[in-house]
C-alpha cells in the first residue's frame, strides 16, 4: 500500500510587494508636518540613505562640540541640520535596496539625541525613559501595524509632530532651561495620542477576517 506524503493545509505568506514594502519604510520614518514640505521640495528625486547618515555623523558631532555646556547653542543647530539633510528625501519612493536602513538610522538620531541632551541638562533618568519608551511604543506599534495591514492614520504622525517636531521642542526648551518640564509633557502628550489611538484602532479591528503576517516573513529580495 503506497502512503502519500501529507501536504501543509496552509500556505506560507506571500512576502509583500515592493511597493508595500517602500509604503512601510516611509510610515516608519515618522516624518512631521515640516519634514513632509521638504521632502515636497525634490518631488522624491533625492535618495534618502546619504542625507540621512550625514545626519547621524553631523548630529553627534555637534553634540560632542556642545560637551557640558547646558544651553550650548550647537543643541539647536543638530535638529535644524538634521532637518534639511534627511527632510528633502521624504517624498523619495524608499524602493532601493539599502533604503531599509533610513528609519533605523533616523531612531538613533531621535533617541540619541533626546537622551543625550537630558542627560546632559539633568533630567531625572525615569522621565527620560518614560518620553523615550512612549515613543519606542509607538514606532513598534507601527511596524507591527502595518504588518497587518493596519495602516495608521497620516494625522497621528502629525498630532505626534514627527521626529523633527520633537527634537525641536527638545532644543528650544533646552535653550531656555525648562527641559524637564519639556520632556514631561511630551511624555504626558504623545502617551495619551499614540496609546488611545493605538487601542482604538486595534478595538475596530477584525481580528478574526484580518490578514495576518509573520512579523519575519518580510525580508528585502528586491
Known amino acids: 500500500m503506497t502512503i502519500l506524503p501529507t501536504l501543509p493545509t496552509t500556505a506560507p505568506a506571500p512576502a509583500p510587494a515592493p511597493a508595500v514594502r517602500a509604503e512601510r519604510l516611509r510610515a516608519y520614518r515618522d516624518d512631521g508636518p515640516i519634514c513632509e514640505q521638504f521632502g515636497r521640495l525634490t518631488q522624491g528625486r533625492l535618495t534618502p540613505l546619504p542625507g540621512t547618515v550625514v545626519a547621524a555623523i553631523t548630529v553627534a558631532a555637534l553634540l560632542l562640540v556642545a560637551g557640558g555646556e547646558e544651553r550650548a547653542i550647537p543643541v539647536l543647530y543638530a535638529p535644524l541640520v538634521a532637518l534639511l539633510l534627511i527632510g528633502p528625501s521624504a517624498a523619495h519612493p524608499h524602493r532601493g535596496r539599502v533604503d531599509w536602513l533610513v528609519p533605523p538610522i533616523m531612531r538613533g538620531i531621535e533617541y540619541g539625541y533626546l537622551a543625550v541632551l537630558g542627560f546632559a541638562q539633568d533630567v531625572s533618568a525615569p522621565l527620560i525613559y518614560a518620553l523615550l519608551a512612549v515613543l519606542a511604543y509607538h514606532h513598534y506599534d507601527t511596524v507591527y501595524r502595518t504588518r497587518q495591514r493596519l495602516w495608521p492614520s497620516g494625522w497621528v504622525f502629525a498630532a505626534g509632530l514627527g521626529w523633527e517636531g ?40 477584525d481580528r478574526g477576517g484580518g490578514v495576518q503576517v509573520d512579523l519575519d516573513e518580510d525580508e528585502e529580495t528586491s
Open 166 to 205: 520633537r527634537m525641536f521642542v527638545a532644543a528650544f526648551a533646552g535653550l531656555f532651561g525648562h527641559l524637564s518640564l519639556a520632556y514631561a509633557v511630551l511624555a504626558g502628550y504623545l502617551g495619551v495620542l499614540f496609546g488611545v489611538e493605538s487601542v482604538a484602532t486595534w478595538a475596530r479591528a
